[in-house]
């Protein structure tokens, strides 16, 4: 057995691919990259959609998030990139119309949002994702 000295690097994992979910439940992205949080990857499960009660839906009770696609800037998933007033998370659904939600505004805090054993407050996107 050898020995690795202290002067190496440790070992490090390399993705090829990997799927980051915007919104919960909803179809996901195919990345090459992504940047870890402190609750993960960048992006991942950030938005979720609620009912008037403010309790989530998955596809568990609605399958048919499954068929909602979500679009992010490219350079989104890159290191050091933030989000300006130009920026929208592009939200698709059979029958609907886009749906544009600004990445770089101010948002309202909703309290009294759950989803499954999680209670806490988010932020609302506002009147028109809410249609």
């Given at each position: 057995?050898?020995?690795?000295?202290s002067?190496?690097?440790?070992?490090?994992a390399?993705?090829?691919?990997?799927f980051i979910?915007?919104?919960?439940?909803?179809?996901g992205?195919?990345?090459?990259?992504?940047?870890i949080?402190?609750?993960g990857?960048?992006?991942?499960?950030?938005?979720?959609?609620?009912?008037?009660?403010?309790?989530a839906?998955?596809?568990?009770?609605?399958?048919?998030?499954a068929l909602?696609?979500v679009?992010?800037?490219?350079?989104?998933?890159?290191?050091?990139?933030?989000?300006t007033k130009?920026?929208?998370?592009?939200v698709?659904?059979?029958?609907?119309?886009?749906?544009?939600?600004c990445l770089?505004?101010?948002?309202?805090?909703?309290?009294?949002?759950?989803?499954?054993?999680?209670?806490?407050?988010?932020?609302?996107e506002?009147?028109?994702a809410?249609?």
């Open positions: 057995m050898d020995r690795v000295s002067s190496e690097e440790p070992p490090t390399k993705i090829s691919s990997i979910y915007p919104i919960k439940s909803c179809r992205i195919s990345v090459s990259q992504a940047s949080s402190l609750t990857f960048r992006w991942d499960r950030q938005w979720l959609v609620v009912n008037s009660k403010g309790r839906y998955t596809q568990r009770v609605e399958p048919k998030l909602v696609e679009e992010l800037p490219k350079d989104a998933f890159t290191d050091g990139w933030e989000p130009s920026s929208y998370l592009v698709r659904a059979p029958g609907m119309d886009d749906l544009n939600v770089g505004k101010q948002c309202a805090k909703a309290d009294g949002v759950s989803v499954w054993e999680w209670s806490g407050s988010v932020l609302d506002g009147d028109k809410s249609k």
